[in-house]
């Protein structure tokens, strides 16, 4: 560790953090008043909590399409680009030697922000669970004017889902404590500045996939 | 550094103008609300449409009829001269279930209705109206004989007519001048209750289904004569403070067919509003405020597919005056001192009486909820029962498969009542007369002189059942205000509609294995960083000072 020099770099755009907070934001209002429409708890009242997270719900799912589309435009898709390089040296690192003072494998950059245990995550997150969250959660909304519809088989699936982001939060939220220090990746996300070990140079392995044009 | 600060400076200031912007997209939402509180609904309004004020366009003076100028002497005679001019007006009446007291029922050779096979848990049954006891209510001059008695619903004044032709019968052709002069007046009397003449309005049809059973509230628990002049909080639609309706506004008539019975066919074979055809047979909620009757795009109105409005407008019932709950003829019978007696309880209302047995009396009832279409299942007095169960004597039928069933509120009546132990059926015990149950009792020779009237052998032995009889709870509707919070029925214990199966109610149903791998999978992830966490604070994340 000694002798390598730190520095800071800027990561995370304005918008990137305004859409990182905003959706936190609203994933936890949403997992609020979700649960309390499942009965676990009482807060708000049971039709403030309905009306809520349908507002909210509809609210992201514009936002989220327009997020979308600004991954499409701008090629920070690129970011999310699986891959299995690295990602066993990451998982190896997270299971032993951070507890043995090693340094993590992968640092991040401005062309590779996420490194590839990250990747797999965040992309099943807004690739697979996000969407059928919002699909489940529309078809829940609408159900009424479907027709022949059952709620049961749609709540079945939204509630686990919630269950499952519920899971995800945690876990996200504990990682954030991971970096060199406590704080470092969550002030990164709110500044956009992070503190990293000077890598000069693009590492090999991120070339390929994440090389702008 | 500098720049850093500043970044996070204008994060923060973009966060808050994201979020205003958030909020100003919610509080428009909020503004419509206060703004539809102003405007009315769209329901509200299609009601009014079709409520609108009742300009009754009456074209006759009765007062100036001459027919009806004369000395009657019989009700018949009264009858007579309104046939004079209303010339079908007593055979359209004669068949309706308001003179008949029966209905075809869909099983074979048996007739529903009073008069039928139908029987209940109060008085059992009208004996095809050899029970005298029952057919006071009747719309007859003489019971079930002889004219129809149009001031019964038609008089606007209620006239002892029965005591008053008696009372002419006795005094007329006396030439005493004192009787002449009384005579009279009786006449006077008559005639004035004779050409005050209306539509039929609340006291009309309170004297009879008010007082359904036997006395005030003992049947329904949604009608008694509290809604002889209901104010707002008791009834919206009838309060004199409110909209005023008689019966009649929503109980529309076609050659006296009066709309809205509920015996076994649906009150309501499509859902059709007022605006759509003012002489709609069967009148629902829907008839005036539309299937959609909330303000716009609020939850509510998706709920019409399934809920009954009454289900949330009426709250509890029997609000004002008690209703019966409950009726237990196994303990008719006790004297004191070798007489019928009869206790009160804490209501003002009879919990005892040696002719009839034991009751139940509650106010502020809450209502059960069932799937109904608008039928129901009648247990008649030729059908088998099982009297190892609680028999349901009527029993709403219905759902949660059929599109025209709705949830719906209804007072459950349990009773206990004799039974044949032979023949598995109900039995219909005659009550009033020198031979009824209530002058002898002796119910085993009240049950072979009642099931004789109606053709329905006796085998000799009973024994007392216990029974349900459903009321559907429609009337006493409460202002909006009143109406049921969401979370009276979306809730996990206590659910209104906890005994409603067949939908997945937010709130009220779970699956239980998606709470059970939920909780696994969030108490693993806070295990697993807690230990994770643990693991770097002691190791010092590997790092040595």
């Known amino acids: 560790m000694a002798g390598k020099t730190m520095t800071n770099v800027y990561l995370y755009t304005r918008f990137e953090r305004l859409w990182h907070w905003c959706q936190a934001l609203m994933v936890i209002f949403l997992m609020i008043t979700g649960f309390e429409v499942h009965g676990l708890y009482t807060l708000m009242g049971f039709d403030t909590a309905v009306e809520l997270h349908n507002f909210i719900g509809l609210f992201w799912l514009g936002s989220f399409a327009f997020f979308a589309f600004w991954l499409i435009i701008t090629g920070e898709w690129k970011q999310y680009i699986p891959t299995t390089r690295k990602l066993f040296d990451v998982a190896r690192y997270y299971a032993w030697g951070i507890f043995h003072g090693q340094d993590h494998p992968v640092q991040k950059t401005p062309g590779a922000k996420h490194n590839p245990l990250q990747r797999l995550a965040y992309l099943g997150i807004s690739a697979m669970l996000l969407p059928v969250q919002m699909v489940t959660g529309l078809l829940y909304y609408l159900y009424n004017s479907l027709g022949g519809v059952s709620l049961a088989p749609i709540a079945f699936i939204h509630t686990l889902a919630a269950f499952l982001l519920v899971n995800f939060l945690i876990i996200h939220l504990y990682m954030t404590t991971t970096g060199h220090s406590l704080f470092s990746h969550i002030k990164g996300m709110i500044t956009g500045w992070e503190e990293i070990r000077d890598t000069s140079k693009i590492q090999e392995w991120e070339t390929k996939a994440t090389r702008k044009t | ?545």
């Open chain 2, 1 to 545: 550094m500098k720049q850093t600060s500043q970044s996070a400076a204008a994060t923060l200031l973009w966060t808050a103008v994201l979020f205003v912007a958030a909020l100003m997209l919610v509080r428009p939402c909020a503004a419509s609300v206060a703004n539809a509180a102003q405007q009315e609904a769209l329901g509200i309004k299609l009601a009014k449409q079709a409520v609108r004020e009742d300009k009754h366009w009456t074209t006759v003076d009765h007062s100036k009829i001459e027919i009806l100028n004369q000395d009657f002497t019989s009700g018949d005679q009264i009858t007579q001269a309104c046939l004079s001019c209303h010339t079908d007006a007593s055979m359209q009446f004669k068949e309706t279930i308001h003179w008949t007291w029966k209905v075809p029922s869909e099983k074979e050779g048996i007739m529903n209705g009073k008069a039928g096979h139908a029987v209940n848990n109060f008085c059992i049954s009208g004996n095809a109206m050899e029970d005298k006891g029952c057919v006071s209510c009747h719309a007859g001059w003489n019971d079930i004989q002889g004219e129809v008695n149009c001031l019964a619903c038609h008089g606007k004044e209620k006239f002892p007519f029965k005591e008053t032709f008696a009372d002419l019968a006795a005094f007329e052709g006396d030439d005493d001048p004192d009787l002449v002069e009384i005579v009279d007046d009786l006449h006077n009397g008559i005639q004035q209750a004779v050409q005050n003449i209306t539509l039929p309005r609340r006291n009309n049809c309170g004297e009879c289904h008010f007082k359904g059973g036997g006395g005030d509230g003992v049947k329904h628990g949604d009608l008694d004569t509290s809604l002889a002049r209901p104010n707002r909080m008791l009834d919206v639609h009838m309060a004199e403070d409110g909209a005023d309706f008689a019966c009649t506004r929503c109980h529309t008539t076609v050659k006296h067919h009066i709309a809205g019975r509920l015996y076994t066919r649906p009150a309501a074979a499509e859902r059709k509003s007022l605006i759509e055809d003012d002489m709609a047979s069967k009148i629902t909620c829907e008839s005036c405020h539309s299937a959609t009757p909330h303000k716009a795009s609020t939850k509510m109105n998706d709920h019409t597919d399934k809920v009954a409005c009454q289900s949330c407008h009426i709250p509890e019932f029997a609000r004002v005056n008690p209703t019966k709950m409950s009726w237990d003829w196994s303990t008719a019978g006790k004297m004191k001192d070798g007489k019928p007696y009869e206790e009160k309880g804490d209501l003002g209302k009879a919990v005892y009486k040696s002719i009839k047995g034991t009751f139940a009396w509650a106010k502020n009832v809450v209502p059960q909820y069932y799937w109904y279409n608008g039928s129901f299942d009648n247990i008649g007095i030729k059908d088998k029962i099982d009297p190892q169960q609680i028999v349901e004597v009527s029993h709403p039928l219905g759902s949660p498969n059929d599109p025209d069933a709705r949830i719906h509120p209804f007072k459950i009546h349990s009773g206990k009542q004799p039974y044949d132990k032979i023949n598995q059926q109900l039995v219909a015990p005659l009550l009033s007369g020198p031979k009824g149950f209530w002058t002898t009792f002796d119910m085993n020779d009240a049950i072979m002189r009642g099931n004789q009237t109606l053709d329905v052998p006796y085998s000799g032995e009973f024994d007392y059942v216990e029974t349900t009889y459903a009321f559907p709870i429609t009337h006493m509707v409460a202002p909006a205000e009143k109406s049921l919070d969401c979370i009276q029925c979306h809730t996990r214990d206590n659910s209104r509609l906890a005994g409603i199966t067949g939908i997945y109610m937010p709130g009220r149903d779970k699956f239980a294995i998606v709470d059970t791998i939920g909780l696994i999978a969030v108490l693993g992830a806070l295990a697993g960083v807690t230990l994770h966490g643990l693991g770097r604070f002691f190791t010092r994340n590997g790092r040595e000072e």
